[in-house]
């Protein structure tokens, strides 16, 4: 860090005695130095915001270094003076500096940027740190008449609300209460009959002690195996890859290690993926431990997650619950991390800073000497590989826990089949048998809207985006219109072809308001629920999904992904995937993989409960190696297979990959451009690489600008990134002058 340059000459030489080397979130690679006095100096905190001048503006910041005199600067800049200190103690511990200073340095992220990024909205603007909060607790009354009659009805929620604050003896704050499921409005109307009171004070801080609130499973002995391996790692670094098939009783092995590290008074940080985090997720960990939950994901309000962080970054709460960003919350007393369906794509971010969570996690499980638990029943490729490499202990659970059977796979040859509206005949049959038995069916297709195509029956004229290359697809609700899923552009639907004006415009294939108006023709006696981003965007839409789906009586569930992750549908018995063609065939050297994830973790969904499940693939090559080995001999022969076509073909995990988008409106430019970086690449290192491209991207246009891939892969991740930094700098600096814009995506996730 401390990188000082001789001077060149002595007028270029400046001392100054007291620096502070200070993050704000600008676009640059660097720190930036200010000057201070000494009582500044001895007073600023490493880790707290200081409010400084930069360009013509005052910007926070966060102090990450301070020099003295004793390291003089040799600088041809005259240094700024800081605007003023926050007092406040350190917001960001120095293990979580470190971490975040890692994380720049890997992915080449503007240092700034990355570390304000760790900080609650409200912090960032400059608001004080230390905040009140209301605060509730239960009045007691007597066994009189008088006041008994103040109590709402025994069988009534908010008699259960007012049981559950009295819990609270020393009261709590409303965001902790909130949690534990006491709603704000419970507590305005406990107030009015004079059952609690609310009064403003600083937050307390205090951790409370851990209390089981419910007793373990029994385990069974793959879990006790695990609960046990994972146990004796305590206190020190280990990495473990926890693969279990969908049922198998994960969240129990999760449940009973945190056990051990609350009851030490540490702390465990628990990732979910960003559509994992459900009330379900929540309402299991509340019902095993009584101690301070908090949810830390992007969805809060700007109050609630800085209540949240502050909770989590104080010691107090001792379980955070969040998606990918909260691994940059500072956890005094961390024990654990967890990190549940360790295959999600959303733990990758794929925009601004382009982080992996799980490699960050593991980075910092790492520094922090605590074990971490990476779990899927799909395990990433990259993890598997790193248990190959005995980077990560394998602990495996093969069975359903409890009475539960994993389903039965079937698949089903398109070319062979009469077909109803995309949907072939024996899967229709297979619908209306299982609907009969009042069981319940769950439908996916990867494709919202009504159709993905609006074609001429004349002259073949279809409707694409102006703006990408891609074809517009169709809805037909709430009104007809023609709307890219890549920019979002619309416009109407024309009445007739614009190339030869016939009035024949066809929807062709089927999206799943298609699929819904077919199953509605089909089986229009039973209920559909359609779940996809068009109809649930809201969160009481879930509520409805859930109070559905655990109610038995035939139903059909139809939808997009979105419902396909970690759901529990125990009165579904088949489940169905229309469209795994599309990633069977895909370019892309990861789609086998995710194919078959999403495969498995939507067959995951049927045959729960107990009733037996059942999983039909309609495909156009059933015959495909890789899905044969995935139906007939599961998840983890498949991956076997695949991973060495991986070695193989030199691809990733085997290899380590870096890739450089170029944008602009000339497709061209792009490629002279990155040619141009390509032959400079020697002149900053000696890294070998090979290299894929610059070729077009698999989209090539989007939203109005050409994407050029350029595509490096070396053997060695350390020499990679030893030539990437300069080189990637240098090139930034480059893209002003030839007016285009580039992104860097290291280990990147999509090459779309
Ligand atoms: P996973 O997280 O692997 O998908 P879950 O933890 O959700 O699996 O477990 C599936 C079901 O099995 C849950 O209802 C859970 O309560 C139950 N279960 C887990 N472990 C046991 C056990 N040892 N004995 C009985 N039931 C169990
Ligand atoms: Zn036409
Ligand atoms: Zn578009």
């Given at each position: 860090m401390t990188d000082v340059t001789p001077p060149k000459s002595a007028s270029q030489h400046t001392v100054y005695p007291y620096r502070l080397r200070v993050a704000i979130?600008?676009?640059?690679y660097d720190l930036i130095d200010y000057e201070v006095t000494a009582q500044q100096y001895a007073e600023a905190v490493i880790g707290a915001r200081v409010k400084v001048p930069f360009m013509n503006r005052q910007l926070i910041g966060i102090i990450v270094e301070k020099f003295d005199s004793n390291t003089p600067f040799h600088g041809q800049f005259k240094l700024k003076t800081i605007t003023k200190l926050f007092?406040?103690?350190?917001?960001?511990?120095q293990q979580v500096l470190h971490l975040l200073q890692w994380v720049a340095q890997y992915y080449q992220a503007p240092v700034g940027e990355v570390v304000l990024s760790a900080l609650p909205n409200f912090l960032k603007q400059g608001r004080p740190y230390l905040l009140l909060a209301y605060h509730w607790q239960a009045l007691t009354i007597k066994e009189n008449d008088a006041d008994t009659a103040?109590?709402?009805?025994?069988?009534?929620k908010l008699f259960a609300a007012y049981q559950a604050l009295q819990l609270h003896r020393n009261g709590a704050t409303e965001a902790i209460l909130n949690i534990s499921g006491i709603s704000t409005t419970q507590l305005k109307q406990l107030e009015k009959r004079g059952l609690a009171e609310s009064f403003q004070q600083p937050?307390?801080?205090q951790p409370t002690a851990m209390q089981l609130a419910q007793m373990p499973l029994d385990a069974n002995s793959e879990q006790k195996s695990a609960i046990k391996k994972i146990s004796q790692s305590l206190g020190k670094y280990q990495g473990f890859?926890?693969?279990?098939?969908?049922?198998?009783g994960k969240t129990e092995v999760y449940l009973q290690v945190m056990q051990k590290v609350l009851e030490k008074g540490q702390q465990v940080l628990v990732l979910v993926p960003e559509i994992g985090l459900t009330p379900q997720t929540i309402d299991r960990f509340k019902a095993r431990f009584h101690t301070d939950i908090v949810l830390l994901h992007s969805g809060l309000s700007d109050t609630k997650r800085l209540q949240a962080w502050q909770q989590a970054q104080t010691g107090k709460a001792s379980i955070i619950l969040g998606t990918?960003?909260?691994?940059?919350c500072p956890l005094p007393k961390l024990g654990l991390i967890i990190l549940d369906e360790?295959?999600?794509?959303?733990?990758?971010?794929?925009?601004?800073?382009?982080?992996h969570a799980r490699d960050v996690a593991l980075y910092r499980a790492f520094k922090q000497n605590c074990p971490i638990i990476l779990g899927s029943a799909t395990p990433s490729f990259e993890s598997l590989h790193l248990v190959e490499q005995e980077k990560l202990q394998h602990l495996t659970l093969t069975e359903r826990a409890g009475q539960a059977q994993p389903p039965q796979f079937k698949l089903i040859d398109l070319k062979a089949q009469k077909k109803q509206f995309g949907l072939a005949e024996p899967l229709i049959q297979h619908i209306d048998a299982q609907l009969k038995k009042q069981h319940q069916v769950l439908i996916f297709i990867n494709r919202r809207g009504y159709s993905p195509v609006l074609m001429c029956g004349a002259c073949a004229w279809q409707a694409d985006c102006p703006q990408c290359d891609t074809h517009l697809s169709y809805h037909l609700k709430p009104r007809p219109i023609l709307q890219c899923h890549h920019c979002n552009y619309m416009q109407p639907v024309p009445?007739?072809?614009?190339?030869?004006?016939?009035?024949?415009l066809l929807p062709i294939g089927h999206g799943t308001a298609r699929i819904e108006e077919s199953l509605n023709q089909l089986f229009p006696d039973y209920p559909m629920i359609r779940v996809d981003r068009d109809t649930t965007t809201r969160q009481d839409s879930w509520q409805k999904i859930y109070q559905r789906a655990h109610r038995s009586g035939a139903a059909i569930f139809l939808g997009t992904q979105?419902?396909?992750?970690?759901?529990?549908?125990?009165?579904?018995s088949l489940v169905t995937i229309l469209d795994i063609d599309a990633g069977l065939m895909?370019?892309?050297?990861r789609a086998p993989e995710r194919t078959a994830q999403l495969i498995m973790q939507v067959a995951g969904r049927?045959?729960?409960?107990?009733i037996k499940g059942e999983v039909l693939l309609q495909s156009l090559?059933?015959?495909?190696p890789l899905l044969q080995s995935l139906v007939t001999k599961g998840y983890a022969s498949f991956a076997k297979q695949a991973l060495a076509e991986r070695k193989i073909g030199h691809l990733p995990p085997y290899r380590y990959c870096v890739l450089i988008r170029a944008e602009s409106q000339n497709e061209l430019y792009n490629v002279d451009f990155l040619q141009f970086a390509l032959q400079h690449w020697a002149s900053f290192g000696e890294a070998k690489v090979d290299v894929w491209g610059p070729v077009h991207a698999?989209?090539?246009?989007k939203a109005g600008f050409y994407r050029t891939h350029l595509i490096l892969f070396s053997d060695s991740r350390v020499e990679l990134q030893r030539q990437i930094a300069p080189w990637w700098q240098w090139l930034f600096k480059q893209q002003r002058k030839f007016e285009l814009r580039l992104t860097l995506d290291i280990d990147p996730q999509d090459l779309g």
């Open positions: 979130a600008v676009h640059i007092d406040e103690p350190a917001l960001l511990d103040k109590l709402p009805q025994k069988t009534s937050i307390d801080f890859l926890l693969d279990g098939i969908t049922g198998s990918r960003l909260a691994i940059f360790e295959h999600d794509l959303s733990f990758k971010q794929q925009d601004h800073m382009r982080y009445k007739v072809c614009p190339a030869c004006n016939h009035e024949d979105m419902l396909a992750k970690g759901h529990h549908f125990p009165y579904v895909s370019a892309d050297f049927a045959g729960r409960g107990q090559r059933p015959d495909h698999p989209m090539p246009k």
